[in-house]
Nanobody, 121 residues
């Protein structure tokens, strides 16, 4: 079991950058594949990015703009978001699962509470 707490959300101008953090407890993040998902008002939750020991994956909508990384020393996963667009506005959730990365929401049993990201035009 792992507990996840997101932070770093806020309001940013279009074209700006924001860095989200996901602090994990229970086990080191290196023991899990970690994912970021987001959900905009009135829309389905969607996959953003995932990281494992051997594989990083990104949704097409964020490739080249977002970077997922981890720091095992502080047991934290990050999502660096650059060139932000208004369509990136959503609640961002950190999630964890064993083994390899996945873009499927149902394959992640552990979730954080979410952090709001708002991008103004």
């Amino acid at each position: 079991q792992v507990q996840l707490v997101e932070s770093g959300g806020g309001l940013v101008q279009a074209g700006g950058s924001l860095r989200l953090s996901c602090a994990a407890s229970g086990r080191t993040v290196s023991s899990y594949a970690m994912g970021w998902f987001r959900q905009a008002p009135g829309k389905e939750r969607e996959f953003v990015a995932a990281i494992s020991w051997s594989n990083n994956n990104y949704a097409d909508s964020v490739k080249g703009r977002f970077t997922i990384s981890r720091d095992n020393a502080v047991n934290t996963v990050y999502l660096q978001m650059n060139s932000l667009k208004p369509e990136d506005t959503a609640v961002y959730y950190c999630a964890a699962r064993r083994f390899g990365t996945s873009s499927q929401e149902y394959e992640y049993p552990y979730w954080g509470q979410g952090t709001q990201v708002t991008v103004s035009s």
